[in-house]
């Protein structure tokens, strides 16, 4: 690996070096004062991030899809009904864990780079009584982002329970959770929190803690178990140790700094930011004449771009572009793996990062032979993030 190299993959990303530094802080015990300060600052921090201020915060050592069944496993009781929004790979991932937990799942899934219609999940939410709906913020796979505000008032509308996976979303995108609505919001480290991959984070709404403690039958995972892991979570938010499994020390210590620096910027100062690098990379992709999996441009996230190889050029481009110090993602999407890629920008990317990449791609293109006007890219980049 380039130690200079730009990691402009959706997760993990770039980070920032002094994340990775406090990394290598010697671990301290967990039940230290220190510790449980730094641990319970992290806490306090997830629920302003999270714009939830009266949530119940959880940090689990795992990776998103923890996250994942960490918010369903924990609502679900055999048979409940499970309504699943699918945007691309990630909501299939959602059914799984469902069924697993012994749900009913019925999934509405959206045409290829497009989000349902707010009437279509309406429609069907009114057709059945489901206690979860699952929502992918944004799915990683097609770089579609749904309506989420939109969603959760329908979800609270007809009762439901809504499930949003911000993993690729979290402190990139807007998202209110309290004042949407938004009842279990769970994301991963390793993408717009910009933390190394690791933890697991999920704040769970008052309406979806009274659910969990109306359950009648255990939850069909031990270590997923909020009831093993709330009192912790309260302990270290009251400034006192519990145990139940290990924290990930070393992590929480990096978490704890990226949580204060995303608050240091603001969240509507970074929402603000990560819409300046997508429109910037999007407008560079439409003057090279990439097309982009979402089929309209308020299906897309500002998290990540999905776009199309040019005419006669595949998987090849990425090779060309990483030997210019630049990483790219592959397709990932089962209908269109070898036909598109991916690139992401969040977290403490900067627009210069995306001239940079933008300058990678076209020059990659030439090294191909494509026809490209060198430059159009990036002044078209320069053009739509302003100054
Ligand atoms: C990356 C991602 C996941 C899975 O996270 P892992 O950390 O790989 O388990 C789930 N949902 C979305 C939207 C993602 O982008």
Redesign the pocket.
Known sequence: MNERQLLMI??PISFDPAVLRVMSTPTDSHVSAEFIELFGRALDDMLQVFLAPHGYPFVVA???????ELGLANLIEPGDRVLVIRT?V?GE?FSDIARRQEAVVDEITAPLGEAPALAEVEKQLASASYKVMTV??????TGVAADAKGLAALARKHGALMVL?????TAGMECQQEAWGVDVYLT?S??AISVP?GL?LLVASEQAMEAFRKRKSLVRSYYADWGKWLPIMDAYRGRKAAYFGTPAVNLIYALRLSLSQILAEGMEARFARHLQLSDGFKAAATALGLRQVPVRPEFGAATLTAAYYPEGVGAELLKKVADEGVILAGGLHPDIKTRYFRVGHMGPTLPSDILATVGAIERGLAALGHPVEMGAGVQAAQKAMGV
């Open positions: 959706p997760g795992g990776s998103g899809t923890l996250a994942m691309g990630f991932r992918t913020h944004v799915d990683t796979s996976d911000g993993v690729c979303a991963a390793q993408k991959p697991a």
